[in-house]
């Protein structure tokens, strides 16, 4: 493992999954639901911040590391995952979107250690409609967690189920782009 700065930002939001995770459960006399809903959004956008931060901070200080290249998008699928099925928990989220958005990041993430084993990694690479679908999700998780109006004017409630929609059809259509381009290879032949 590599210490430096990017990858101890990534390992931070690791850590940050589980208190993210467990302001929900604290007693009420501890923190408020209204609370919970607010720390658990600063902690989710600060992860995401930190997710674009350590990738900039690798890449200009070239400290692009092996560990930091496997240990990044494990801490994002993760966090996502843990926001996911909290909000199905409390209801903010129907359990299909969940479903589809972890299923997908399963299925893809096998799809590239597979093309990685077989040397077409390329093929897989991050498409356009992935960093669209993951700017869905990065709206959506933080409205539906904040599960209130912001600024008196947003319904968070209904901005955050419009996107988190939006973000479900990107997942199935960056999914679709993903297997298709990786089709030849799955049916034995070879990439386009």
Do not use: H
Not at 40 to 60: E, N, P, S
Not at 75 to 81: G, Q
Not at 102 to 120: C, D, H, N, P
């Amino acid at each position: 493992m590599v210490l430096n700065v990017p990858n101890i930002l990534t390992s931070l939001r690791i850590v940050a999954i589980p208190l993210f995770v467990v302001v929900f459960y604290l007693p009420e006399s501890w923190v408020t639901a209204r609370q919970a809903s607010i720390i658990a959004t600063v902690i989710f956008v600060a992860a995401a911040i930190t997710d674009w931060f350590d990738g900039w901070l690798a890449r200009k200080w070239n400290q692009m590391s092996a560990f930091g290249a496997f240990l990044d998008p494990v801490a994002d699928k993760l966090m996502v995952a843990a926001a996911l099925i909290v909000l199905v928990e409390q209801g903010r989220a129907d359990a299909i979107v969940a479903l589809i958005i972890i299923g997908r990041e399963i299925t893809i993430s096998a799809l590239r250690e597979w093309m990685a084993q077989i040397g077409e990694a390329k093929s897989v690479a991050v498409a356009f409609v992935g960093k669209m679908k993951t700017v869905a999700q990065l709206v959506a998780i933080p409205f539906l967690l904040y599960n209130d109006f912001l600024f008196g004017i947003i319904d968070c409630r209904i901005a955050g189920r419009f996107f988190i929609w939006v973000a479900a059809i990107l997942t199935l259509w960056s999914m679709v782009y993903y297997l298709r381009a990786a089709w030849p290879l799955l049916r034995g032949g070879k990439a386009d």
